[in-house]
């Protein structure tokens, strides 16, 4: 079945720094999802990216805190800028990769922010 | 906020036992999904449910749809301590999915 890793798994930010996880997929895809999933909280959609695209955000998500790249079919970045400790979350991407919106997730990436 | 419900948000069992876990859910829908999410890493689709079906089997899964009450209910049956997770139902909206509240289980050998 198809694979999405995704890098760092986890880290420990300092505050007003800014971390670019990576998320990759072992087949093409048109669109990939960013979820944020807070300390025993459901997931929130950060935004869609699109290959060839700006990234749709959702309300309350703007691109110059949570900037995305979508180089091509396979890749995607989030970076999360300039942290504080309230960006302390699970960050998961995610792709429908065996159709009918289906998701597949990535194994998502820890961010603790002091 | 169009975020489903989940009920209960936690559910301790012996195992054997059944869980139930209902979903309630704001929008129209062409399908609704259950996810499973073991400690805080990705999480694992589970089944599907279409908006014309009322009822789906999946091994010990069996998941209900009443789009008449927007509302869905997943029943794990002879349960495991493997099973211990969270459940989340997420609906579709355009191209997005949404997530339910979730519903945290644990499994008591």
């Known amino acids: 079945s198809a694979v999405i890793s995704q890098k760092p798994s986890r880290d420990i930010c300092q505050r007003g720094t800014s971390l670019t996880i990576q998320c990759q997929v072992d087949?093409?895809?048109?669109?990939m999802f960013w979820y944020r999933q807070q300390p025993g909280q459901s997931l929130t959609l950060i935004a869609t990216?699109?290959?060839?695209?700006?990234?749709?955000?959702e309300s309350g998500f703007v691109i110059d805190k949570f900037p995305i790249s979508r180089p091509n079919l396979t890749f995607s970045t989030l970076t999360v800028s300039n942290m504080s400790p309230e960006d302390s979350s699970i960050y998961l991407c995610?792709?429908?990769?065996?159709?009918?919106?289906?998701?597949?997730f990535g194994a998502g990436s820890r961010l603790t922010v002091l | 906020s169009q975020q489903g419900e989940e009920d209960p948000q936690a559910l301790s069992i012996q195992e054997g036992e059944n869980a139930t876990m209902n979903c309630s859910y704001k929008?129209?829908?062409?399908?609704l999904q259950w996810y499973r999410q073991n400690s805080g890493r990705g999480l694992v689709h589970l089944i599907l449910?279409?908006?014309?079906?009322r009822e789906k089997h999946s091994g010990r899964l069996r998941v209900t749809l009443d789009t008449s009450k927007k509302s869905s209910s997943l029943l794990i049956t002879a349960s495991r301590a493997a099973d211990t997770a969270s459940y989340f139902c997420?609906?579709?909206?355009?191209?997005?999915?949404?997530f339910g509240t979730g519903t945290r289980l644990q499994v008591f050998p």
């Open positions: 995610s792709a429908s990769i065996s159709g009918a919106n289906v998701l597949t």
């Open positions: 449910i279409r908006s014309n079906e």
């Open positions: 997420a609906t579709l909206n355009t191209d997005k999915l949404i």
């Open positions: 929008t129209s829908i062409n399908n």
């Open positions: 087949s093409q895809v048109t669109m």
């Open positions: 990216a699109n290959q060839g695209s700006e990234a749709t955000y």
